[in-house]
């Protein structure tokens, strides 16, 4: 009887350990992460960083810089290091995202959200368990061009997930 006891108590227990280990996306992980880019809270410490370009989309797909697709979410505003020797480098370093998300306040200050991979050809990529997506360039302008791309929301929750392109949380 004491097992018996003893086993419908555990099951529960272990089994929301397990689904809240899962929806954990990753975040132990992505304490370095966090670190490396806390600094760029301040948009003017990413500027001095190197992430010095706000990518601008095609009218096509509703111009600017803010990155949104309908239902879907946002991406909100890429800041990335186009600098010759930048990071946009064809090298994926964890700790060196190429791009920093950004999203727009009432008051025209940027919160930093989340980060941006971008791999230029080779193999697909993979970090934090998760594997790159292939993405056209098509809304930047480069219909011919796909490189591979890894989003990680690491300071803004995604309802969709750590790693989902888009945020129903960011706004453009």
């Known amino acids: 009887m004491r097992l018996r006891v003893l086993i419908v108590t555990l099951v529960p227990v272990l089994a929301i350990a397990l689904v809240a280990s899962a929806l954990g996306g990753g975040q132990s992980e992505l304490a370095a ?46 800041m990335l290091d186009t600098r010759p020797g930048g990071r946009l480098d064809g090298n994926l370093d964890a700790s060196e995202p190429e791009a920093l998300l950004y999203e ?6 940027f919160k930093l959200t989340g980060v941006e991979y971008i791999v230029a050809g080779g193999p697909q990529p993979e970090l934090y368990g998760q594997d790159f997506a292939d993405t056209n360039l098509a809304r930047f302008g480069n219909p011919s061009a796909n490189v591979w791309t890894l989003h990680a929301w690491v300071w803004k929750p995604n309802p969709g997930g750590m790693f989902d392109p888009w945020n129903t949380s960011v706004t453009c």
Do not use: S
């Open 33 to 78: 992460l966090r670190e490396a880019t806390a600094k760029y809270h301040d948009l003017q410490a990413a500027i001095d960083a190197g992430y010095v370009t706000e990518l601008p989309q095609t009218a096509a797909f509703g111009g600017g810089t803010c990155i949104a697709n309908g239902a879907d979410g946002a991406m909100g505003i890429h």
């Open 104 to 109: 727009k306040r009432n008051d025209g200050t």
